[in-house]
């Protein structure tokens, strides 16, 4: 490999993953050593066909930033790397599956008996906390399996996010949208980037996490 | 007589169409896509061949085109074919472009 392909390989490689950092190089050097015997056919000399091979590919800032927009980045297969502790720690062991499936319905329990005894306002607790439990534990046991049903669930879980802060502080809820936005931007980054990451998989390489 | 007028066309979203053309009656390596475009438009379509694969890649996300390992003269290549979605995309895009190009040339025909 040249030093001139080489820098250019270092540019448009730059924040991808592992995987489609050695698929770019893959392509591009095929595609340049075509490129460079088509041009030593043509009657240049070694030198030129490699600057006219070289030229050919064009800057590579660009081309990084549409392979940015097409192919997975360094940050997004991390995400899918290390984005599925869930199901890791709770559906691999049967006590932690059981008590996951039960906690949620537990703490609702709960609320529904502040709720019988008259304390509405602590009874708001256990039940925030057990929507929230429910959207976190159960959604991995759910029947998700299919793009319209994945899109089905995260419309239902985003409108459950909304209402919470609501259900959680009542008519102060906008007074609390700091706080909510402090909380809730480690989600919405989780959530941008699996985005990015559905329109960049094709649905058959989809892993469990991507449905929800 | 374009090779020596050659100039750049913006011609990024047309791109994708141009690629499913190119494979309609045979599968190619990137290379060969892109001086399939660049010769049967005389070198008026130049395009930076960088930005060709991403491109390439955009189509077999969206189940347009797929790609296959294949070896020609003992080297390695990745060739790409088009599927039966690509050619429906494909009469759609080329319907389309008819109806744009008549629009355009209706304006600036008049110039």
């Known amino acids: ?42 009657g240049n000399s070694r030198d030129h066909a490699d600057t006219i091979a070289l030229a050919a590919l064009g800057d590579a800032t660009t081309a990084n930033r549409q392979y940015r927009k097409v192919l997975l980045t360094s940050g997004e297969a991390r995400l899918l790397r290390e984005g599925n502790w869930e199901a890791k720690t709770f559906c691999a062991r049967r006590l932690a599956r059981t008590l996951t499936l039960s906690m949620p319905g537990l703490v609702m329990l709960i609320a529904v008996a502040l709720f019988l005894m008259g304390a509405t306002g602590v009874a708001r607790i256990p039940l925030i906390g057990a929507i929230g439990m429910a959207l976190l534990f159960l959604a991995r046991f759910l029947p998700i399996y299919t793009p319209s049903r994945s899109r089905i669930f995260r419309y239902v879980k985003w409108v459950i996010l909304a209402a919470m802060p609501i259900l959680a502080f009542g008519a102060e809820a906008l007074k609390f949208s700091w706080l909510l936005i402090a909380c809730l931007w480690p989600v919405a980054w989780v959530e941008w980037t699996r985005i990015s990451i559905r329109r960049k998989l094709p649905v058959s390489r989809w892993p469990r996490q991507l449905y929800l | 007589m374009h090779r020596n007028a050659r100039y750049q066309v913006n011609f990024k979203g047309t791109l994708p169409t141009l690629i499913l053309d190119s494979l309609v009656h045979e599968p190619r390596h990137g290379y060969g896509i892109a001086q399939g475009i660049k010769d049967r438009s005389q070198g008026v379509l130049d395009f930076k061949e960088g930005t060709l694969y991403p491109a390439l890649h955009k189509l077999e996300n969206e189940g347009l085109v797929e790609s296959y390992e294949d070896v020609e003269n003992g080297r390695p290549r990745r060739c790409y074919r088009i599927t039966k979605s690509g050619r429906a995309s494909l009469v759609k895009d080329r319907a389309q472009w008819r109806e744009l190009s008549k629009a355009v040339t209706m304006i600036l025909g008049e110039a």
């Open chain 1, 1 to 42: 490999m040249t030093a001139g392909l080489k820098l250019w390989l270092g540019q448009a490689t730059r924040h991808l993953s592992k995987d489609s950092a050695a698929q770019v190089r893959s392509e591009i050097q095929e595609h340049y050593e075509s490129a460079l015997d088509a041009a030593v056919n043509c």
